[in-house]
């Protein structure tokens, strides 16, 4: 995924290896935007993928030339019409000429904010989420079955960065210890205090505000849950059928809040990796994201603390940026240079403008 070219100078880096994955030569370094501006279409509108050929070094020890083809295309702004139109595209406009001409239609961005209510654990326990787009187990009504048997099983599937969850109080201690306004240190009765005089769900709303959704747990385990906080961007290549918004109608989203199963620190290279699923919940994509394409949501996840059952509160925004058809870049015929920037720049600005 390519990141604001207008503005952003990116390259694409590549070395030569042997047989053996010994690096051979220098290799090569070329702008993402010199790779491109070849990009085009013929007469009868099939598009023309960029080609670049580059010189094999001498230490590569063959002759000959390595020809590399490239093709780009834009997300839809975050303009309704736009983001509409892209995904009603069917061939050949909705396909790729290089690679599988169905793959990759769909960039959904996940931004995983925080989970509120987690059962206890100690200091300094790591927790992450395992996030899936999948197929859902039955087929809906207004889905055609040759399509959906075409496209099924898991689509992609992340997992977060490790964080520490912590108790709301000793999240709030931690800042009022960092202020740097306490040079004689932080007085063990005002934290004494604030531990036992001050419930969570207070903490919690001045946290999160209108995004806590009120008291977690049940009873007097409220006070024995944790908060984990992310910030953790997901961003995720679907593949997709024509028109793509049939695709959007089949998908769900699969959340799975995680944390080691001995110990605090995640091993995830180590012999026998065992992780404790701590909850796990499915929800239709198109209903997280029914008008705008676009939204900040706020879910109820079932977790399982010993023997009873708690309810995490997870934020997260979801936005669904399909692809449009690959656009010409190639120098016009006045000579004034290559077309991709200020197509770029269009882009940029009809999302501002919208």
Same mark, same amino acid.
């Given at each position: ?14 070395? @030569? %290896? ?7 030569? !220098? ?16 007469? !009868? ?10 010189? +094999? ?6 002759? #000959? ?14 303009? $309704? ?6 995904? $009603? ?12 001409? %169905? ?42 079955? !040759? ?27 931690? /800042? ?9 240190? @932080? &007085? ?20 999160? #505000?209108?995004?806590?959704? #009120? ?29 793509? @918004?049939?695709? /959007? ?10 944390? &080691?199963?001995? #110990? ?45 059952? +708690? ?9 669904? %940026? ?5 656009? !010409? ?8 240079? =290559? ?9 940029? =600005? ?5």
């Amino acid at each position: 995924l390519l990141t604001d070219l207008a503005r952003v100078p990116q390259s694409l880096r590549a070395v @030569f %290896c042997d047989e053996r994955q010994h690096i051979v030569g !220098d290799g090569f370094e070329k702008h993402v935007v010199d790779l491109l501006k070849t990009q085009g279409r013929a007469g !009868d509108g099939t598009l023309r993928p960029a080609r670049c050929r580059l010189h +094999l070094p001498p230490t590569a020890r063959k002759d #000959g030339d390595l020809v590399l083809k490239a093709e780009w295309r834009p997300c839809a702004p975050e303009v $309704a019409e736009r983001i509409d139109k892209a995904l $009603a595209l069917g061939p050949p406009h909705g396909q790729w000429a290089v690679g599988d001409a %169905c793959k990759s239609n769909l960039i959904l961005l996940v931004d995983l904010y925080n989970v509120a209510g987690l059962p206890w654990a100690e200091r300094g326990t790591q927790h992450w989420v395992s996030l899936s787009v999948r197929r859902r187990s039955h087929q809906p009504g207004n889905v055609s079955s !040759d399509y959906y048997e075409d496209y099924t099983g898991v689509l992609a599937e992340r997992d977060s960065s490790v964080v520490e969850a912590a108790a709301p109080v000793q999240r709030a201690l931690d /800042i009022l210890k960092n202020m740097g306004e306490f040079p004689g240190g @932080f &007085p063990k009765e005002a934290e004494a205090a604030l531990s036992s005089g001050v419930r969570p769900d207070v903490w919690r709303k001045a946290f999160y #505000g209108e995004h806590y959704p #009120g008291s977690l747990g049940d009873g007097g385990s409220v006070r024995q849950t944790v908060d984990a906080e992310w910030d953790y961007p997901f961003r995720l290549l679907l593949d997709a059928g024509h028109p793509s @918004f049939e695709t /959007i109608r089949t998908l769900e989203l699969v959340v799975t809040i995680k944390r &080691p199963e001995r #110990g605090k620190l995640r091993d995830p290279n180590g012999k026998h990796p065992v992780d404790k699923i701590l909850g796990e919940e499915s929800w239709e994509l198109a209903n997280l994201v029914q008008h705008d394409y676009c939204k900040e949501v706020c879910l109820q996840v079932p977790v399982v603390a010993g023997s009873k059952t +708690l309810t995490a509160s997870l934020r997260m925004r979801i936005q669904i %940026c399909p692809l449009e058809e690959a656009p !010409d870049l190639r120098k016009d015929k006045s000579g004034d240079g =290559n077309l991709f920037s200020r197509f770029a720049g269009k882009a940029v =600005n009809a999302a501002k403008n919208a």
